[in-house]
């Protein structure tokens, strides 16, 4: 399945914030903002995985957007989500509904069998509960560490020269979040807000912007 959300944005001057959002908003802030020959350096990144994007600002306003991609973005979601909620194109007709449920031997300790059993709904329904809350656990994890993989692109390439990243980067693999905030306090507004929001995927609108 294919996830046409819209994909999002930052743009950075220097250690300031200048535009949040569609490709197109921060596309026409940073040729602006070069327009006005400012010195510092102009950044845009990607909010979903923190890494530098390339835009092509030659030419007018007009000739520089029709470069740009679509602005939704497609990237793979669950493909399993329609036979786990035992929906389907067809038309359900009466009695119990078809839940895609597939039959395979499983082998445990008597032990297990027996504990199974007691459980309220019997061995299936248990079984089926257990793993489901395993791959919850495991997306959970896998989704905490794209978002601190994506801090981290951040964070070198705009804090890598500043106080506390070494320790800033280990304790944000570490999940450990009131440390990160402690150790990325000192650093400017918009760097460390930013990289906070990507680290535990706060929205965007809770930070305020220090443009202008």
């Known amino acids: 399945m294919i996830d046409t959300?819209?994909?999002y944005y930052t743009s950075f001057n220097g250690h300031k914030r200048i535009a949040s959002g569609s490709l197109t908003v921060n596309a026409l802030a940073v040729k602006h903002a070069l327009?006005?020959?400012?010195?510092?350096?102009?950044?845009?990144?990607s909010d979903q995985t923190g890494q530098v994007v390339d835009l092509d600002l030659r030419g007018s306003d007009a000739e520089m957007l029709a470069r740009l991609p679509p602005e939704d973005g497609q990237h793979e979601t669950n493909q399993s989500?329609?036979?786990?909620?035992?929906?389907?194109?067809?038309?359900?007709?009466?009695?119990?509904p078809k839940?895609?449920?597939?039959?395979?031997?499983?082998?445990?300790?008597?032990?297990?069998?027996?504990?199974?059993?007691?459980?309220?709904g019997g061995a299936s329904v248990t079984l089926r509960k257990l793993v489901d809350e395993a791959r919850r656990t495991n997306m959970d994890r896998a989704r905490q560490r794209r978002a601190n993989e994506?801090?981290?692109?951040f964070m070198s390439a705009m804090a890598g020269d500043m106080a506390g990243f070494e320790e800033a980067s280990r304790v944000l693999f570490a999940n450990d979040a009131a440390k990160f905030r402690q150790l990325t306090?000192?650093?400017?507004?918009?760097?460390?807000?930013?990289?906070?929001?990507?680290a535990y995927e706060l929205p965007l609108t809770e930070v305020p912007s220090q443009a202008a």
């Open 81 to 96: 989500a329609l036979i786990e909620s035992g929906e389907s194109g067809a038309p359900r007709g009466r009695g119990r």
């Open 99 to 120: 839940l895609g449920v597939v039959a395979r031997e499983v082998t445990l300790l008597p032990r297990h069998w027996d504990w199974l059993a007691a459980q309220p």
């Open 150 to 153: 994506s801090a981290y692109h």
């Open 5 to 7: 959300a819209p994909l």
């Open 185 to 198: 306090d000192t650093w400017p507004a918009d760097i460390r807000d930013y990289a906070r929001c990507l």
């Open 35 to 45: 327009a006005s020959d400012v010195p510092s350096p102009l950044l845009t990144f």
